[in-house]
């Protein structure tokens, strides 16, 4: 398996409501990511989890709560988010991170809407 | 911090022409340098890297050259096809981050 897989790949959410994206890779990979992609700009790092603590968080609002319940999954949680939070959220794993990160491998994303 | 400059698009080529995009990269030591790939509706894939200095990456007839003097890893293709239409991105990981470049956003006609 080389996949890491993305779940819902579409989320419409009101500002009040409580929703979750979700990653799972079985590549045996250490370090995941979670990227956050508005249309037509490169991908901004949010929050990384290397053997399931989390590494950096790159000032993300308290809104979005990561959570690493495995080496294998990955899920943000979102809650009371604005319109302005719609962009596409790209997982990534790796086998490790840092300098030593070398190759990442990503998922295909989740499409986010906020109403 | 790390930070790359790399070439305004959107570029549009016909089918079989040479592709140059330049990307120039400004970090500390000497970071391992990257190009990815978005096709339409998709996350981003490897394309090819490089570690050291004068490595060349290769993969799908792109190839890209560590140039340490001049801190440049442009990407080349002799003849490009319409499926290379995609958005690709220039990426050095230094200071344990992947930093992306803005994106060139190709296309190619047939």
């Known amino acids: 398996d080389t996949e890491v897989t993305q779940t819902p790949k579409h989320l419409v959410m009101g500002m009040t409501n409580k929703k979750s994206l979700k990653c799972e890779q079985h590549m045996g990979h250490r370090a995941m990511y979670w990227y956050k992609q508005k249309a037509k700009k490169p991908p901004e790092l949010m929050f990384v989890y290397s053997y399931e603590k989390l590494s950096i968080n790159e000032s993300v609002p308290s809104r979005f709560s990561p959570e690493c319940p495995n080496s294998s999954l990955l899920n943000l949680h979102l809650h009371a988010l604005q319109p302005e939070d719609s962009a596409l959220y790209l997982c990534a794993s790796s086998q490790d991170w840092g300098e030593r990160a070398n190759v990442l491998t990503f998922g295909a994303g989740s499409r986010l809407t906020v109403l | 911090g790390n930070s790359v400059t790399q070439m305004e698009g959107p570029v549009t080529l016909s089918e079989e022409a040479f592709l140059t995009i330049n990307c120039t990269y400004t970090a500390t030591g000497y970071p391992s340098l990257f190009w990815y790939v978005q096709y339409p509706g998709e996350g981003l894939q490897l394309l090819l890297k490089?570690?050291?200095?004068?490595d060349k990456g290769s993969n799908k007839g792109f190839e890209a050259t560590y140039r340490k003097e001049t801190t440049s890893f442009h990407l080349e293709k002799g003849s490009v096809q319409v499926s290379d239409s995609a958005v690709y991105f220039c990426a050095p990981l230094g200071n344990e981050k992947l930093t992306f470049g803005t994106g060139t956003r190709l296309t190619i006609i047939p």
């Open positions: 490089a570690t050291k200095a004068d």
